[in-house]
Every structure is written in structure tokens, then in C-alpha cells.
């Protein structure tokens, strides 16, 4: 091979997409307690795919004690710890239906997403507008790599569940 071709093969890989991935997102109430419960219910489930640069993500909800009023990704230090808006989602307003959006990456929401620091939100008509630790929402789900769900009271087996750890260097 040549100089020029093995050059153009090099930038060919490193422009390329670094991957192709699935990922779901088990949506569920957040916080749920005593203050929260009358407000805050329902379920989700969302998948999401990407090629290293855009990412598609669609899913359905029901079970909203109050119409939806928007949909949000949100990008965190560690997966659990509440983070900032970087994405819009589209979102039926209502009590069930579902959430959708397709967007280009930057090279930050891509090693997000890669290593669980992304999550969805939606929020509602009667969740509260603010919590003393953070911000509002009545269903939350982490953006995790797509994996086997087992049913209720079933152990879950490998460690999927830690995405940020399994994911080698890039």
C-alpha cells in the first residue's frame, strides 16, 4: 500500500462512527414519597439508538396522574445524580402516549450516552415545580445499553446496570 491510501484509510476510521448501539430507558416515578405519591405515578419504557453521532429515541408512557407537559434528555456527572437539560424531546400532552426525538450528538453527549450518564424526563401538570434537591419531574429513566429485563423479583444478572465501568477507553 501506499503512503496516500494508508492516510486515507486512517481518516476514514477516524471519522467513521465509532459505534452502533442500542440503548432502553425503564421509565418510573421520581421522587415517590409521602408528599410526591398523590402527584407523581405512572410507567415507560423508551429505546433509543445510535450511531456515535445522532441519536433516535422513541417510547411510550402511561399512567400520569395529569396530562405530560414536556420531555426532556438530561446529561449527569454519574448515573442517579440529578443533571442538566442538553436535549428536547416531543411528548404527548396527555396521561399516556409517547415520547420521541431524533438529534445530531456533540462528542460530549455521545461519551455521555456511552458511559450512563444520560437520562429522560417527563414532567407533568401536577408535579410539584421544584424539589429541595433538584429539579422537577414525575418520570425518570437512565439511557442504559439494551439488556435482557427479567420480571418482578427476579435478580438480574450481569453488570449492565454500570455502564460508565464497561465501557473500555476511547
Known amino acids: ?70 420531555a426532556h434528555i438530561f446529561s449527569s456527572i454519574v448515573a442517579g445524580v440529578p443533571g ?6 416531543d411528548v404527548t400532552k396527555s396521561t399516556s402516549g409517547t415520547v420521541t426525538g431524533s438529534y445530531s450528538l456533540t462528542g460530549a453527549q455521545a461519551a455521555a450516552l456511552r458511559t450512563g450518564k444520560l437520562y429522560i424526563q417527563i414532567n407533568s401538570e401536577k ?6 434537591w433538584g429539579p422537577k419531574g414525575t418520570l425518570w429513566g437512565w439511557i442504559f445499553p439494551a439488556h435482557e429485563s427479567v420480571g418482578a423479583n427476579v435478580p438480574q444478572q450481569d453488570h449492565w446496570f454500570l455502564p460508565q465501568y464497561d465501557t473500555p477507553q476511547r
Open 1 to 70: 500500500m501506499t503512503r496516500t491510501t494508508l492516510l486515507a484509510l486512517a481518516v476514514m476510521a477516524i471519522t467513521a462512527p465509532a459505534f452502533a448501539a442500542d440503548y432502553q430507558a425503564n421509565l418510573g416515578p421520581m421522587p415517590l414519597d409521602d408528599e410526591t405519591k398523590a402527584v407523581i405515578a405512572g410507567r415507560g419504557e423508551v429505546t433509543a439508538s445510535s450511531d456515535g453521532k445522532t441519536l433516535t429515541v422513541k417510547g411510550s408512557f402511561h399512567g400520569l396522574p395529569s396530562n405530560a407537559t414536556e
Open 84 to 89: 442538566t437539560k442538553v436535549l428536547d424531546l
Open 127 to 132: 408535579a410539584p415545580t421544584t424539589y429541595p
